[in-house]
């Protein structure tokens, strides 16, 4: 059994301070008391490739565990190791992150896409932002309504820390246009 569910959230900025704002997300110390789960981000690599314009940037993102106490408990770990993938396609203005759990993975498969480009009604000064998410619990998979139950209460805490992450996406984009003087990025 799968939960998935899919979501898009509208920020009312330009895609440049949005996808600026994704980067600051979880290194702005403010953050921690919104985003406590986030335990530590490290970038392991990035490249840009001068022909296409793309830069490509793995990260390595150690998160609490979002599962229900005992299903920590049968695990016997609070943490979590993530790998999150981003491109950043600046000439076409998209920039597209794909996350999954590295660890844990004999027990839960996580993945979470999100993509930022500018929003089709107004691409000069909004930014449509579309996460999809799949949880996968796997050792429960023989008592179906246990892992159902398991898989739903780990999509509601993804979805609570969705909210959290916009509201740290919106304070952040604020902070820079506030930077930047109003002025145009």
């Avoid at 296409?52 to 599962?67: E, F, Q």
């Avoid at 979590?80 to 759990?101: F, G, I, K, W, Y």
């Avoid at 089709?120 to 139950?149: F, G, H, V, Y």
């Avoid at 898989?151 to 916009?166: M, P």
Wanted: with cysteine.
């Amino acid at each position: 059994m799968v939960k998935a569910y899919r979501q898009e959230h509208i920020y009312k900025h330009p895609w440049e301070r949005v996808t600026c704002a994704a980067w600051r997300k979880f290194a702005d110390p403010e953050n921690k008391t919104i985003l406590p789960h986030i335990l530590d981000v490290d970038t392991l690599n990035h490249k840009l490739d001068p022909s296409s314009g793309k830069l490509y940037t793995t990260r390595a993102i150690t998160v609490h565990c979002p599962g229900p106490w005992f299903l920590r408990r049968i695990v016997g770990q609070d943490i979590c190791h993530c790998l999150e993938s981003t491109v950043v396609d600046a000439p076409s203005r998209s920039m597209q992150l794909t996350s999954r759990n590295i660890s844990l993975q004999k027990f839960i498969e996580v993945e979470e896409k999100t993509r930022y480009d500018p929003h089709p009604d107004n691409p000069a000064e909004w930014t449509i932002c579309q996460q999809e998410t799949s949880i996968r619990i796997k050792p429960l998979s023989a008592l179906a309504s246990m892992a159902e139950k398991v898989e739903q209460r780990c999509a509601d805490r993804f979805l609570q820390n969705s909210v959290k992450g916009r509201e740290v996406m919106e304070r952040i984009c604020k902070y820079l246009e506030a930077e930047s003087g109003g002025l145009a990025l």
